[in-house]
């Protein structure tokens, strides 16, 4: 086995096209992030207030070969500052070629996901791994988003950084997910706790709906939850106090949208309704009010989301005794669930000199790798090659419905 190698990961599960490269020290479990392209459809889905997967496959297509182009040339550059003219798609075969040769292994995201997404994905990555003839790594977008909070190699100073210890707590909120996932060790996950209806990012995502806010809800709703009290409204921390650790969503978005209704700003489809005030420039108060009104709506949903999330997760901490505490997927790049993560640990540090000592790391992944992209699988990747588990060409599949596959070494 070399001890140096270099993986090219790929990640199509959903409305994301992304490809990264890193370089990974198999000895020392150095992690040197080389490249990450990520192009987002954002702007194809607006208009439709979600993903429309028939869409979303069409776009990997057209952009996978540009991408995956475009972090390999980027990753030779850094590499070894050679100097590449174009970083556009469509380089010339000799070119790409050139590209292509350092390449070790071929990571792919196998599910969960989109099933057309996720397809383009896999398919371009087995067609790559056939030419060269290296091993893919499949992974678990979850898994990606798990993994985004290790430290990797561009965020340490002098290469050095403390590692999350285990057993540790993995807190992963997504559109699609929000579960709590106990690690005793690497790639070893138990489920405890997990959404029995909505996910967090897809409540975010159908009151930001309600609110008039565009798609993707999150980020919008959050930017107006800014402007509001989060004591406006009083909306129910679902399964707070349930004894367990999954979650539930529905009952908050039913409760805004009740609110929402009564105030007269959704109509009973829950879609927004502009009022005459709001659509008269002659009334900036009403005008105001609505807004403070739709605010203050914000506000208090987005501390609701986040007090459930806050407390379960330190609650299964402190049940299972966990030393870190991971929080990774597209919601974790919400400011106020950060700042409450970091506040819970820092208050108790001010307060009891002796908590301090037990009290789990809080590990946030990094912005950029809060939503989804290649850079997390890579990282997901190393540990998994590391562990043997790569696979060739010929049986890998996608699997929209995939689970956290638990190492049985
Ligand atoms: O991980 P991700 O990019 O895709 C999935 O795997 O689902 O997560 C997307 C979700 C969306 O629901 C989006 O609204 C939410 O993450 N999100 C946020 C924020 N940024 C993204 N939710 C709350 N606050 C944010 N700042
Ligand atoms: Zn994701």
Redesign the pocket.
């Known amino acids: 086995m070399k001890d140096t190698i270099k993986i090219l990961a790929i990640e199509t599960?959903?409305d994301e096209t992304a490809a990264a490269v890193v370089e990974f020290d198999v000895k020392s479990m150095m992690i040197k992030p080389l490249s990450s392209v990520v192009f987002s459809q954002i702007d194809i889905h607006k208009k439709f207030g979600g993903v429309f997967p028939e869409l979303a496959s069409r776009e990997h297509i057209k952009k996978i070969e540009p991408v995956v182009t475009e972090a390999l040339a980027s990753a030779l550059v850094e590499s070894r500052k050679y100097k590449v003219e174009s970083k556009n798609s469509h380089l010339l075969p000799s070119t790409l070629n050139l590209l292509l040769s350092g390449i070790d292994a071929v990571a792919v995201t196998v599910g969960p996901g989109l099933i057309g997404s996720l397809i383009v994905g896999v398919e371009f990555a087995r067609g790559l791994a056939m030419t060269l003839n290296k091993p893919m790594i499949p992974i678990n977008?979850l898994e990606g988003?798990v993994y985004s909070c290790f430290p990797h190699q561009s965020l340490v100073a002098n290469h050095q950084s403390r590692q999350p210890a285990f057993p540790l707590l993995a807190l992963v909120v997504?559109?699609?997910?929000t579960m709590l996932v106990l690690m005793r060790d690497h790639l070893n996950y138990e489920i405890i706790g997990t959404t029995l209806d909505d996910a967090a990012?897809?409540c975010?995502?159908k009151i930001a709906r309600m609110l008039g806010l565009p798609y993707?809800?999150?980020?919008a709703?959050?930017r107006l939850a800014e402007k509001g009290d989060t004591k406006a409204f009083s909306f129910p921390r679902s399964m707070l106090n349930s004894g367990d650790f999954n979650f539930s969503f529905s009952g908050l978005k039913t409760a805004v949208f009740y609110k929402l209704r009564d105030l007269g700003l959704v109509d009973e489809k829950a879609e927004p309704i502009k009022s005459v005030q709001e659509t008269s420039e002659n009334t900036p108060i009403t005008n105001h009010q609505s807004l403070i009104t739709k605010a203050g709506v914000a506000a208090s949903a987005q501390r609701a989301i986040v007090d459930v999330l806050v407390k379960k997760t330190f609650a299964a901490a402190e049940k299972y005794k966990v030393k870190s505490i991971l929080v990774g997927?597209?919601?974790s790049?919400?400011?106020l669930l950060r700042d409450t993560f970091s506040s819970v640990i820092a208050s108790t540090h001010d307060n009891n000199q002796e908590v301090k000592q037990s009290h789990p790391e809080i590990y946030l992944s990094p912005l950029d790798l809060?939503?989804?992209n290649a850079l997390s699988i890579a990282i997901a990747a190393c540990y998994r090659y590391q562990n043997g588990d790569t696979s060739s060409w010929k049986n890998l599949d996608a699997n929209a419905s995939q689970k956290l596959i638990t190492n049985h070494k």
């Open positions: 599960s959903c977008h988003h997504s559109g699609g997910h990012g897809e975010f995502d993707p809800g999150g980020p709703l959050s997927g597209g919601v790049a919400n400011k809060t939503g989804d």
